[in-house]
């Protein structure tokens, strides 16, 4: 499997070539609305998973194209900091490409010294904050066993306390939960002493984990963002999706693997990069290896785990 995709635009940080370090659903949490579905693999213990200098191999195609992307961005089908070799990986991604790099995480590590230090050396840390006690933890992350939300969250924020760098927070809002009694409240004010430069405030998109799963209001979400340092959304007019691979169909597939996509999407993929986009739609719905999923009145294409 490729360790390497995109370029893919994000309204979060511009137009970003994706590396990731570790094998499919290999995580540390199980969230209820994790779009790859639920963990095959879950652990806390880190490892080499792949060769610093394989991966390097993979990202040769994309020397000659900086002037195409903004940042490379560390991420995975899991959560990247499970990587033992994480701190090596990011020292030379910035010499090769001379970009600000990007390390995407659940944060759930951060009680570990060796993380700490390997995500110091990321320009831009982006972690995740969706629970306010044990209780919320446990509901909406899932947590592998021995990972408490205390421990989690102290880690965070001793790491956001010796951190220069740019610190980005997600959170994902749950309707019945993050909306239910005080819960936002709480949320928030776990998120403030936190301090971040730009919060990103989420709710449902993509088919979750867990069929349960669902939005919180539009009103909800609008009053909770307004506790937080944030930047309007950028809206993508476009899907401009670069697919270097000889194979343009494998390349979307790639894409897939890490997020589900629409079938609206694909077809935007596809007429930027000039394919038949009836031929790829087709070649989707029969390939044994991507599940179909109907999510928000969109029909969504995932990879299986």
Same mark, same amino acid.
């Given at each position: 499997?490729? $360790?390497?995709?995109?370029?893919?635009?994000?309204? $979060?940080?511009?137009?970003?070539?994706?590396?990731?370090?570790?094998?499919?659903?290999?995580?540390?949490?199980?969230?209820?609305?994790?779009?790859?579905? $639920?963990?095959?693999?879950?652990?806390?213990?880190?490892?080499?998973?792949?060769?610093?200098?394989?991966?390097?191999?993979?990202?040769?195609?994309?020397?000659?194209?900086?002037?195409?992307?903004?940042?490379?961005?560390?991420?995975?089908?899991?959560?990247?900091?499970?990587?033992?070799?994480?701190?090596?990986?990011?020292?030379?991604?910035?010499?090769?490409?001379?970009?600000?790099?990007?390390?995407?995480?659940?944060?759930?590590?951060?009680?570990?010294?060796?993380?700490?230090?390997?995500?110091?050396?990321?320009?831009?840390?982006?972690?995740?904050?969706?629970?306010?006690?044990?209780?919320?933890?446990?509901?909406?992350?899932?947590?592998?066993?021995?990972?408490?939300?205390?421990?989690?969250?102290?880690?965070?924020?001793?790491?956001?306390?010796?951190?220069?760098?740019?610190?980005?927070?997600?959170?994902?809002?749950? %309707?019945?939960?993050?909306?239910?009694?005080?819960?936002?409240?709480?949320?928030?004010?776990?998120?403030?002493?936190?301090?971040?430069?730009?919060?990103?405030?989420?709710?449902?998109?993509?088919?979750?984990?867990?069929?349960?799963?669902?939005?919180?209001?539009?009103?909800?979400?609008?009053?909770?963002?307004? %506790?937080?340092?944030?930047?309007?959304?950028?809206?993508?007019?476009?899907?401009?999706?670069?697919?270097?691979?000889?194979?343009?169909?494998?390349?979307?597939?790639?894409?897939?693997?890490?997020?589900?996509?629409?079938?609206?999407?694909?077809?935007?993929?596809?007429?930027?990069?000039?394919?038949?986009?009836?031929?790829?739609?087709?070649?989707?719905?029969?390939?044994?290896?991507?599940?179909?999923?109907?999510?928000?009145?969109?029909?969504?294409?995932?990879?299986?785990?």
């Amino acid at each position: 499997m490729k $360790r390497v995709f995109g370029i893919v635009p994000s309204r $979060r940080l511009g137009r970003s070539l994706g590396v990731s370090p570790i094998p499919l659903s290999t995580c540390s949490y199980s969230c209820v609305y994790c779009q790859l579905g $639920r963990t095959r693999n879950m652990q806390m213990e880190r490892k080499a998973f792949y060769c610093v200098s394989d991966i390097i191999e993979q990202l040769k195609p994309y020397r000659d194209k900086k002037e195409l992307f903004d940042v490379v961005t560390i991420v995975g089908e899991g959560e990247p900091t499970l990587y033992s070799k994480l701190g090596h990986l990011i020292e030379a991604l910035k010499v090769i490409f001379n970009k600000k790099v990007v390390l995407i995480t659940n944060a759930s590590l951060f009680f570990k010294d060796d993380v700490k230090n390997d995500a110091m050396k990321a320009d831009i840390v982006m972690p995740s904050l969706d629970a306010w006690d044990e209780e919320s933890f446990k509901k909406i992350n899932r947590p592998f066993g021995r990972i408490s939300f205390h421990e989690m969250y102290d880690g965070l924020r001793d790491f956001r306390d010796k951190y220069t760098g740019e610190f980005y927070l997600e959170t994902m809002c749950i %309707n019945g939960i993050t909306d239910a009694g005080d819960g936002g409240e709480r949320l928030v004010e776990k998120i403030q002493k936190l301090a971040p430069d730009k919060v990103f405030v989420n709710t449902p998109v993509r088919p979750p984990a867990d069929s349960w799963v669902q939005r919180c209001s539009e009103e909800f979400i609008e009053t909770f963002k307004r %506790n937080f340092p944030t930047e309007a959304d950028v809206e993508l007019t476009d899907i401009d999706i670069r697919l270097f691979d000889r194979n343009k169909y494998e390349a979307i597939v790639d894409i897939i693997k890490r997020h589900p996509v629409d079938r609206d999407t694909i077809i935007r993929i596809c007429s930027v990069n000039q394919l038949d986009s009836d031929e790829i739609l087709m070649r989707m719905e029969q390939d044994v290896a991507i599940e179909k999923i109907d999510y928000l009145n969109k029909h969504f294409f995932r990879q299986k785990v």
